[in-house]
């Protein structure tokens, strides 16, 4: 705004106008700014997820070609009722809580272990990290090939130790544990990630204190280092939790949720229901517990997060 | 900028521009003889041998009509799943699609998601609609509606090595206790050969042990009656387990055919059951080092004979929401019409028309004995190879537990009697 033409008396009616708008704007700045991620937010979250409330309340058949009516809470009831929703539920929490324990105990075993000057420091950081960069339908490709039982890298491996060839992928009993042991490959760097990031800016003051105190390393690793890194790694465990409880690419390109309904999970099986059987209503239910589900774990992990912060006094 | 720069803009912009120009400039020329010039079709087909004979001979069908022809090619059960999403969704741009008779008419025709190809073949003298088997046709009828033309027929034969059965001083198993005891003989899984490999992987294996199924004496359903937990059934459940889980490859529960095939095609299997219209894949010498070896034999018979299925096992139809329904339907009936069959057949896929078989030309390529089962199985062949159901991919999840569990070793009785009821269940929840 030219300043000259202001200190006249009363500004021309045009920029009146523009000092107005500029006012305006000035006013709603928050509302304006935060707009249009409020509006791709409704877009891409809330209305899908709405439609699917609303579905999960209809029995829409697609293969008895009848329109859509409206049960209310009947597919609730009838997955309940079904046994194969509850083991689908009790894998799907067995894969993400035994995947990110494992994840947790290594990550932060790794992170520990390069949190020091040594050499190659840089270079194995970036090698952790390159199996969280692939392409995670390439990744089950690959392992598809590692787990073959008989030309396969993993038994080749097992007979190198004299150990007997394991069926992996191709037994109920364990390929639930083999898509595991993938998971655990491919984001175990994620937890070292966050835990390095937690530990770089750990308060140096404990340390000197407890060394002048005559701790040793154990010592400082158990009551200093742990607890205080600690609410940075609940941060990563959340993190894993939630995108591991949703893990889909991985199991639909090596199982599809075989051997039998061995591997099907909860997001596994709403795509069954959903586009095999083409019931969509029963799919969408499926999905609605699915999002509850994640909810409640996710809940579950912050409230514990709380709890840890206020004992290290964050 | 400089003016000599923007001269050489100008002159490199009029290039670009020229091959557009012509190319308008062409489209309206023909516009009369080829209404449809210049739209693109898409296409979802099934990784398949049809496919690659498609794709061969799309060029042809480009220049002839001015259509692009644009194919997705996927596994067969994510392309029916993919197909029916896009349909669900009412999408417009799914112009060409694949149909499983067995699978898919009945579900296209309730939700009317193929549209109706006899405006598009009646009265077409050249084309000929009459001259495809009537099965087929039928098979894609849906209350008066033509949803597809049939592209593929199959039949279950046995592939075998001459090789090592000659070796073995073995006669080709002519009954399915024969095939057991061959397999006995020529299994050697200390040196990675194995004597028998099949399918095994969840539902996908149960149009290939419809074979056995019918063999034994067994059905899977009758009109509205179960028939699973029958002692036929079980028989057959227990042999086709039996049989591979002593003679197959490890891993065998998540086989489909394009592993079988490979097994076969790399020289380390013996014997597979599957169908006729994949042989190229065993014995193309692009895809086999042994395709010189294999021989072909009517599939074995069992306590009820031989009964192969023998089934229309594609088809392909047009999108009832396609905005260019015309021009897919141009592109269908090329694909489908006598002088495309018969290049086709003569490429090594079976197809459904009467007169392209009953040239002597269309199999001159073929191995003689292939030709020769083909037609016997013609013959003995059953019309269908999985359950009759509207519910196909439920029913056949259903059906394939006893398999998994004969693999296991478990009992393959007890895990009938159980799918039994809940195939009972599926088929009851239909009526309604």
New interface residues.
């Given amino acids: 705004m030219k300043t000259g033409r202001m200190r006249g008396g009363t500004p021309p009616a045009a920029v009146l106008e523009t000092m107005q708008a500029n006012d305006w704007i000035e006013k709603h700045v928050r509302t304006l700014f935060t707009l249009p991620a409020l509006v791709f937010v409704v877009v891409m979250v809330a209305f899908p997820l709405g439609y699917t409330v609303v579905l999960s309340l209809r029995d829409w058949n ?4 009848s329109a859509p009516r409206w049960v209310w809470l009947g597919n609730y009831a009838s997955l309940f009722a079904d046994a194969r929703f509850w083991a689908a539920m009790g894998r799907t929490l067995a894969f993400s809580f035994g995947a990110v324990a494992i994840e947790t105990v290594l990550g932060v075993a790794v992170a520990l272990f390069l949190n020091r000057e040594m050499r190659g420091k840089n270079l194995t950081k970036t090698l952790f990290l390159l199996p969280m960069v692939a392409t995670p339908v390439a990744v089950g490709m690959v392992w598809l090939l590692i787990f ?3 030309i396969g890298l993993a038994n080749h491996m097992l007979g190198l130790l004299h150990v007997d ?1 394991q ?1 992996w ?4 009993k364990t390929a639930l544990v083999s898509l595991m042991l993938v998971d655990v490959w491919q984001w175990t760097p994620i937890i070292m990630l966050v835990t390095l990031a937690g530990l770089a800016i750990l308060p140096r003051d404990p340390y000197d204190s407890a060394r002048i105190d005559g701790a040793g390393p154990v010592q400082i690793l158990r009551r200093i280092t742990l607890p205080l890194v600690m609410p940075t790694v609940l941060v990563g465990i959340l993190i894993r939790l939630i995108d591991a409880l949703k893990t889909y690419d991985i199991i639909y390109s090596t ?2 949720g ?3 309904e061995s591997t099907e999970t909860l997001n596994i099986l709403g795509y069954v229901l959903g ?4 019931r ?1 209503g029963l799919g969408a239910a499926l999905i609605v517990l699915f999002v509850l589900t994640v909810t409640a774990v996710s809940l579950l992990v912050l409230a514990l997060k709380n709890n840890v912060d206020r004992r290290v006094g964050w | 900028m400089r003016a000599g720069n923007r001269w050489i803009l100008v002159v490199l912009a009029a290039t670009l521009l020229v091959p557009s120009l012509m190319a308008k400039g062409q489209k309206e020329a023909g516009d009369k003889s080829r209404p449809y010039a210049g739209t693109t079709v898409r296409c979802v087909f099934p990784v398949h041998p049809w496919t690659d004979g498609v794709k061969k001979m799309v060029p042809a069908f480009t220049e002839a009509t001015g259509i692009k022809v644009e194919i997705e090619e996927l596994a067969t059960d994510p392309m029916s799943n993919k197909i029916a999403v896009e349909f669900n969704a009412k999408s417009t741009n799914l112009d060409v699609v694949y149909v499983r008779p067995l699978n898919e008419t009945k579900l296209f025709g309730l939700n009317g998601w193929a549209a109706d190809l006899h405006p598009y073949v009646d009265g077409d003298a050249a084309f000929d609609v009459k001259d495809f088997a009537d099965a087929t046709i039928q098979s894609l009828t849906y209350n008066g509606k033509l949803l597809g033309l049939p592209t593929t027929t199959e039949h279950q034969i046995l592939y075998y090595r001459k090789d090592v059965l000659e070796k073995a001083g073995l006669q080709v198993p002519k009954t399915l206790d024969e095939m057991m005891a061959v397999a006995a003989k020529i299994h050697d899984p200390a040196n990675g050969f194995y004597a028998m490999v099949n399918r095994g992987k969840k539902n996908i294996a149960v149009t290939q042990f419809s074979s056995y199924l019918h063999s034994f004496g067994g059905e899977f359903n009758e009109g509205d009656k179960a028939l699973i937990d029958t002692p036929e059934a079980i028989k057959a459940y227990k042999y086709y387990t039996d049989l591979l889980r002593k003679y197959g490859p490890p891993g065998i529960v998540n086989f489909s055919w394009p592993e079988a095939a490979a097994l076969m095609a790399q020289g380390k299997a013996g014997m597979f059951t599957d169908a006729d219209a994949i042989y190229l894949n065993v014995v193309a010498p692009d895809k086999s080092t042994v395709g010189d070896k294999i021989g072909f034999a009517v599939f074995p018979a069992g306590p009820a004979g031989s009964k192969p299925f023998n089934v229309c096992s594609g088809a392909i139809g047009v999108g009832n929401f396609s905005k260019q329904k015309e021009a897919a339907a141009q592109f269908v009936k090329w694909m489908t019409s006598k002088a495309a069959v018969m290049e086709l057949q003569v490429a090594g896929n079976s197809g459904a028309r009467k007169s392209v078989w009953a040239n002597p030309e269309s199999t001159k390529s073929w191995p003689k004995e292939l030709v020769e089962v083909v037609n016997k199985s013609n013959e003995l062949g059953v019309g269908w190879d999985r359950p009759r159901v509207i519910n196909v991919t439920q029913a056949r999840d259903i059906i394939s537990e006893p398999i998994l569990v004969g693999f296991e070793g478990g009992d393959v009785e007890a895990s009938a009697k159980k799918a039994q009821a809940a195939f009972q269940t599926l088929i009851d929840g239909e009526k309604k």
């Fill in positions: 697609l293969t008895t070609g073959e039982p008989t060839p069926p992928l191709t037994s109920r199982t599809q075989g051997p039998g586009f095999s059987y083409f969509m």
